[in-house]
């Protein structure tokens, strides 16, 4: 009887792979963080803000590399398209924070990667296994079932927090903006199409929130509003911005979308570091459910 040996992964699946690991733990930072600034300033107008910081973070990192090449920023209006989905999702995802406690705000972003696959099927024709779309079921009962605070006639009544739903409209954009980078890149580098991307952002966030702008008292902001832009800028955007397009341009949208799965573990950690408590055991069970897709997805390698 004969053993058919395990397939090795290619280099640049692999690190994909990683990149999306890295992703999932510093996207987890700015659950905590922003449920506790968020009702400090204007969602749009610190997403405005942080932005701007982001490309300036970019663009420096693309001077230093050799510079913008020619062509890289013909057709700018795929990084207006980019840019404004994902200025989409951060500012709703902060508006949800207003209200959403951040691991249930995690299970909500824990449905982007069914809805990514959603997504990469009508702009890519992206076909999903069956292994596939069984985990995508999985993690997407598992986050239910959070959302929801374990309580089946919660879920009859369908009476989800206005935070949590304001929010899903946010992860909605971010599903989409998956296939959109493979779909958009004419072989720009992830470090060029980042900074294309963060620039359409920035444009369209200010042109959005100009008047929250004016209005925010800036020199009597509390201190965490500072640390908050602060992580955003550099690790939720910058770097995250990054690791999402250099995966996104090497594995399935599915698949790289599939490390969502593991912020709520990491959201959990942050907020027993934090002192503020896990979750009630009967509502872990859904973020087991999350791992057992996360498993599924990452074993189907074919």
């Known amino acids: 009887m004969s053993v058919r040996p395990a397939r090795l992964m290619e280099p640049d699946q692999l690190r994909g792979h990683l990149a999306m690991l890295l992703f999932s733990a510093l996207v ?8 506790m600034a968020a009702n400090e300033i204007a969602p749009s107008a610190l997403n405005a803000v942080r932005f701007w910081l982001a490309a300036a973070i ?46 249930s705000a995690a299970a909500v972003f824990t449905l982007t990667p069914l809805m990514t696959a959603l997504f ?26 959070v959302i929801f605070r374990a309580d089946p006639a919660a879920m009859l009544r369908f009476d989800i927090g206005r935070g949590e739903a304001i929010y899903f409209i946010g ?13 958009l890149n004419r ?16 444009v369209l966030v ?7 702008i004016l209005q925010t008292d800036w020199m009597n902001l509390p201190t965490i509003v500072w640390i908050t832009l602060f ?26 979308m599939a490390y969502t799965y593991l912020t709520p573990s990491w959201v959990i950690l942050i907020e027993l570091g934090l002192g503020r408590g896990a979750p009630p055991l009967l509502v872990s069970l859904g973020f087991g459910l999350t791992l057992v897709s996360l498993v599924l997805l990452l074993r189907d390698d074919g």
């Open 120 to 145: 990469g099927w009508l702009l890519l024709r992206q076909r999903l296994t069956g292994r596939m779309t069984l985990a995508l079921m999985i993690g997407a009962a598992g986050a239910t079932w």
């Open 28 to 35: 987890a930072g700015s659950f905590s963080l922003g449920a």
């Open 58 to 103: 970019i663009g420096t990192a693309v001077m230093a590399t050799g510079g913008v090449p020619r062509g890289a920023f013909s057709a700018p209006w795929r990084y207006l398209v980019l840019g404004g989905v994902f200025g989409a999702y951060f500012v709703l995802m902060f508006e949800g924070l207003k209200t959403a406690e951040p691991v």
């Open 206 to 212: 200010t042109a959005w929130g100009g008047g929250a």
């Open 187 to 202: 072989g720009e580098s992830a470090l060029i199409f980042t900074l294309g991307t963060m620039l359409g952002g920035a």
């Open 231 to 256: 992580y955003v800028t550099v690790f939720a955007s910058a770097a995250t911005f990054v690791l999402i397009q250099y995966a996104a341009l090497r594995l399935p949208s599915a698949k790289v």
């Open 171 to 183: 992860c909605v954009s971010h599903a989409i903006y998956t296939p959109l980078v493979r779909l």
